[in-house]
């Protein structure tokens, strides 16, 4: 089985989405057609354009899907790769729709595609492919900062949001909430700290939070607590990168990483900066010298002894094929998507449990709703109250000092009078998020013996809260 599974050959992802979700709308008392209405895609916008390639023209496939409307604008990243088709954008928008849901993110649910692989193209080429995407949005009123808010997702990044966040207030002059338009974007383009590894973080966070209970622990046969776990991690790109640093960083034991060209494992632990910067000046995770073990067929890491499993590339990672061979006591999907019905099932019945996408790897949405909210408020976090805070901890400081005689250490006096920057905002409304919404949602799975995994409890605190805004709405009895 290869690690990476062509999308091209996998057409039936929205299909598994909606299995899912179809599974759990049976422990909710909804009309079945407001039901159908929260899962079908509202609007699918497929198109072409013609681009210039050297001496040539090319003609490009993209799209953009708006999931649901039931909150405005619709949010969602674009993807650049050429495995992407209909089925995957319009499943990437549902669970888009389903993951705001679940963390209280006022958005609905939208994702777009560019069916390019961007190693094959120039920065001017790419630039170019990224900006007529744009015009073509603009065009047909698919973007905008209270209409449909894109983001970064699988081969696009901040300098893509950049052009984006460019090309539409060229075509918008004087609209005051322009730079709403896209979020993801470079911190010199209203931007906001703590976007970039959002996504790795949340993940982190939604492990640490889960391993923290100790009666699901004990179920597991593990001890509570994230410390000398042993963690796999599979991508690193973004996300996965991100979720080893700060698993690593909160206690973890990253003891395996795998990438497309293979896998490496260290029962000891591997440095994750240093594999990073090894695969940057080789171009590949294997023959780094800190690995004890290596494997040409990636999927082979993925079957290693471990804790926990964080998939964080693609989808369809696991299957009925190898979920049986998984040694791992808990899934954490980082990436969307990578775990199948049929082996939810099989892993299941092993006795593990699976963090789902829809929850574990909504910290990028999470801060790209705090970017949105600073673009549109057209002020970054903390500045108006930063320096009062110091202040006004200062003169208590002081007054303490005076009152007791004892004098702080520098440290200690700097530690406590320092107010809040806004990457320190950023993580703490982040943190605060994941650890609510886990919780949210965990506690429907245990209050309810009929349901029988977190993806399927998360989907019924989603469905019930997204019929409650179609019913405020009054499009729904």
């Known amino acids: 089985m290869s690690t990476i599974i062509s999308a091209e050959n996998n057409t039936h992802f929205f299909d598994d989405v909606s299995k899912n979700f179809d599974y759990a709308a049976q422990f909710t008392q909804h009309h ?31 799209w953009r899907v708006e999931h649901s409307h039931h909150q405005s604008p619709t949010k969602g990243g674009i993807r650049y790769s050429e495995m992407v088709n209909e089925d995957e954008v319009m499943a990437l928008a549902a669970l888009m729709t389903y993951k705001c849901a679940i963390v209280n993110v006022p958005f609905g649910g939208a994702k777009g595609g560019i069916k390019i692989n961007p190693k094959n193209y120039t920065t001017q080429e790419l630039e170019n492919i990224t900006r007529r995407y744009t015009v073509e949005l603009i065009k047909k009123n698919f ?51 703590g976007r970039r590894e959002a996504t790795g973080r949340g993940v982190a966070i939604a492990t640490r939070e889960c391993v923290s209970v100790p009666e699901d622990m004990a179920a597991l046969g593990l001890t509570p607590g994230i410390e000398g776990k042993r963690v796999i991690v599979q991508g690193l790109g973004n996300v996965g990168y991100y979720s080893a640093k700060f698993l690593a960083d909160f206690g973890g034991l990253i003891v ?15 440095d994750v900066e240093a594999v990073f910067q090894h695969r940057k000046s080789t171009g590949s995770i294997l023959g780094f010298s800190g690995a004890k073990k290596e494997f040409k067929n990636s999927a082979e890491g993925l079957e290693q002894d471990c804790d926990i499993l964080v998939p964080a590339a693609l989808e369809n990672q696991i299957t009925a094929a190898n979920a049986a061979n998984i040694k791992a006591k808990i899934i954490v999907e980082g990436a969307n998507g990578p775990t199948t019905p049929e082996a939810e099932k099989i892993f299941y019945s092993k006795g593990g449990i699976i963090i789902p996408d829809l929850f574990a790897n909504a910290g990028g ?18 500045r108006i109250n930063r320096r009062f805070e110091e202040n006004s901890n200062l003169n208590l400081v002081n007054m303490v000092e005076g009152l007791t005689g004892i004098a702080l250490t520098p440290l200690q006096r700097a530690t406590i009078v320092k107010g809040a920057s806004e990457l320190e905002l950023v993580n703490s409304g982040l943190e605060d998020t994941m650890i609510r919404s886990y919780h949210e949602f965990r506690q429907v799975y245990k209050n309810n013996p009929k349901i029988d995994t977190l993806r399927t409890a998360a989907l019924v605190v989603v469905i019930n809260k997204i019929a409650v805004s179609y019913q405020n709405l009054g499009v729904w009895p």
């Not at 159908?36 to 090319?58: L, M, T, W």
């Not at 801060?367 to 600073?374: I, P």
Request: proline content about 6%; charged content about 20%; glycine content about 12%.
């Open 32 to 62: 079945p057609g407001l039901l159908n209405q929260i899962k079908a895609c509202n609007s699918v916008y497929h198109f072409k354009f013609p681009i210039r390639k050297g001496n040539d023209f090319e003609v490009i496939d993209a």
């Open 143 to 193: 973007i905008g900062p209270s209409i449909d808010v894109p983001a970064p997702d699988y081969g696009s990044g901040e300098r893509e949001m950049g052009w984006i966040a460019d090309t539409y207030a060229t075509m918008n002059p004087g609209q005051l909430d322009a730079m709403g338009c896209v979020t993801g974007k470079p911190i010199a383009l209203h931007g906001i700290q």
């Open 256 to 270: 395996g990483i795998c990438e497309f060209e293979g896998a490496i494992y260290n029962e000891d632990g591997l």
């Open 365 to 382: 949405v999470t801060v790209s709703y705090f970017e949105w909210l600073k673009n549109l408020s057209h002020v970054a976090f903390g």
